[in-house]
């Protein structure tokens, strides 16, 4: 049985879930909590299928579907795409925990026929991928790699260091201590300790986390993607790999150190 919203929680929602495109962080904060509660007895059997932790997906819903701020993000970097259609009223306002679980079980389905399809069409990636680290064996000091880049280790960690000083507080303490420090509980154990809000959106758009829905490349548009192609000059293709570990080796101590 779903947990149930009381008429106050249900007419907050409906007027939440009709502006949830112009609200700001704390009304967004509110509606993440209604909807995070009154999902918390909602487990659809696609869940199991997925590979993530339910808290995970539950935030994904809500930051990308609900409140689509990965879309808003993709649409202000693209400036030249057409403006949207409204999604305000793709679904009618849900007023109680069974009609937001039937959203939340909608795209959890969507989900599972995006991993399928990805598993299908990146079969050839991933496999390069794989060839490339299983023939590396050894694999090249990062001075000999990022000169082939015309890079050398001092420049990257020079680099490194503008980067993580030029990002917002919140990312900067998810990039230090979820990847730099890697301290225990994950990304949503530092987003707790500091009280971070979005954490999932702001790990995502940083390059942190992977979007089940992401199309195949996405990633060089996140902030670490934008960094190491534009700023270092790397692509971001399986030929680089050793290129691209060497830079988040230094990133990593960078980070660790920040």
Same mark, same amino acid.
């Given at each position: 049985m779903q947990q149930s919203l009381n008429s106050s929680e249900s007419d907050e929602l409906m007027h939440l879930w009709h502006h949830r495109h112009a609200l700001g962080p704390a009304d967004m904060g509110r509606l993440y909590v209604i909807i995070s509660q009154a999902l918390q007895s909602c487990h659809p059997p696609e869940l199991n299928s997925l590979g993530e932790g339910r808290q995970e997906l539950v935030a994904q819903f809500i930051y990308g579907k609900v409140l689509r701020l990965e879309a808003a993000s993709d649409e202000a970097d693209d400036e030249s795409a057409p403006a949207p259609a409204p999604a305000a009223n793709t679904h009618s306002a849900p007023s109680n925990a069974f009609a937001l679980c039937a959203y939340f079980r909608r795209y959890l389905i969507d989900c599972t026929r995006s991993a399928s399809f990805k598993r299908q069409v990146s079969l050839d990636e991933q496999d390069r991928m794989e060839v490339?680290? &299983?023939?590396?064996? #050894?694999?090249?000091?990062? #001075? &000999?790699?990022? &000169?082939e880049h015309g890079l050398s280790t001092e420049a990257v960690h020079a680099a490194a260091r503008a980067f993580i000083a030029a990002l917002a507080p919140p990312e900067r303490l998810l990039l230090c201590e979820g990847f730099g420090r890697e301290i225990p509980g994950g990304l949503a154990g530092v987003a707790s300790r500091h009280a971070i809000a979005s954490y999932h959106y702001r790990a995502g758009r940083l390059g942190l986390v992977h979007h089940r829905q992401k199309k195949t490349g996405d990633w060089a548009r996140t902030l670490l993607g934008s960094w190491i192609t534009q700023e270092l000059g790397i692509a971001i293709e399986p030929e680089n790999l050793d290129a691209i570990r060497a830079v988040f080796q230094i990133l990593g101590a960078e980070a660790s150190c920040a």
């Amino acid at each position: 049985m779903q947990q149930s919203l009381n008429s106050s929680e249900s007419d907050e929602l409906m007027h939440l879930w009709h502006h949830r495109h112009a609200l700001g962080p704390a009304d967004m904060g509110r509606l993440y909590v209604i909807i995070s509660q009154a999902l918390q007895s909602c487990h659809p059997p696609e869940l199991n299928s997925l590979g993530e932790g339910r808290q995970e997906l539950v935030a994904q819903f809500i930051y990308g579907k609900v409140l689509r701020l990965e879309a808003a993000s993709d649409e202000a970097d693209d400036e030249s795409a057409p403006a949207p259609a409204p999604a305000a009223n793709t679904h009618s306002a849900p007023s109680n925990a069974f009609a937001l679980c039937a959203y939340f079980r909608r795209y959890l389905i969507d989900c599972t026929r995006s991993a399928s399809f990805k598993r299908q069409v990146s079969l050839d990636e991933q496999d390069r991928m794989e060839v490339i680290e &299983a023939q590396s064996g #050894e694999h090249e000091p990062p #001075e &000999a790699t990022l &000169a082939e880049h015309g890079l050398s280790t001092e420049a990257v960690h020079a680099a490194a260091r503008a980067f993580i000083a030029a990002l917002a507080p919140p990312e900067r303490l998810l990039l230090c201590e979820g990847f730099g420090r890697e301290i225990p509980g994950g990304l949503a154990g530092v987003a707790s300790r500091h009280a971070i809000a979005s954490y999932h959106y702001r790990a995502g758009r940083l390059g942190l986390v992977h979007h089940r829905q992401k199309k195949t490349g996405d990633w060089a548009r996140t902030l670490l993607g934008s960094w190491i192609t534009q700023e270092l000059g790397i692509a971001i293709e399986p030929e680089n790999l050793d290129a691209i570990r060497a830079v988040f080796q230094i990133l990593g101590a960078e980070a660790s150190c920040a």
